[in-house]
């Protein structure tokens, strides 16, 4: 059980992305969701700046289980959109950085349909080759299960079904391992942090929000939204200070 908790001795802030585009017309809903190419290049470069390695879950799993030192920074995409390869790989190369995108192996090459109901605009998903784009370009990819399902509203056959085929249908496209997951909408019950366990995932990130400090659980990792709000001073209190800390989701 020891090595499912973190022993990081800094503080270390895990970023999560959704959209690298500009925003919809105003009164869209979401819209904080949306970060603009060029704030995301500004927030890239400032992160260097300051001494930051921008890293996915699997080259910061050794920061936070205590076996590496250092400055660093996780960055994570939820949904796996289009506009993450097109707008935020150009920086994240250019910086040396890498990243993992939690992308639904159900809904690869078509658009965000969960979100229909809730009237936020339809964005293109990566397609397989794209995936393999991300990939070959040094980012990765984690799961989101295959629909982006609310694994709090269905039955345990289901959830263990979205989470496993979630993995292995990811793995069989970008021919990698695919060892770290997001649960969607944030919601799950001990039940699914077991199933995510069982079927070997590494780490799991959630949509609470604070910098992940030691003896935290690497299946309930805690995130630092990064919005279209969210100046340049505002990105720097949320990643070196306790900002983010004390907030409830
Ligand atoms: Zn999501």
Redesign the pocket.
Known sequence: MSNRFTANTQPIPILVY?QIAAAPAKGSPFRSLYVAPQAFARQMAWLERLGYQGLSMTALEPYLNGHKKGKVAGITF??GYLNNLSNALPSLTKHGFSSTC?A?SGLLGKT?V?DLETGIAQTALMNEAQLRQWVFAGQEVGS?TRQ?IDLTANDQNKCRLEIALGKTELESVVKTPVQHF?Y??GRYQPEHIGMVDTLGFVTATTTQRSRCHPEMDMLQLPRVPILRSTSLPVFWLKIATAYEDRRKK
Do not use: E
Request: some cysteine; hydrophobic content about 15%; charged content about 15%.
């Open positions: 959704h939820d949904d939690y639904l965000n969960w989101h982006h997001c969607p909408y």
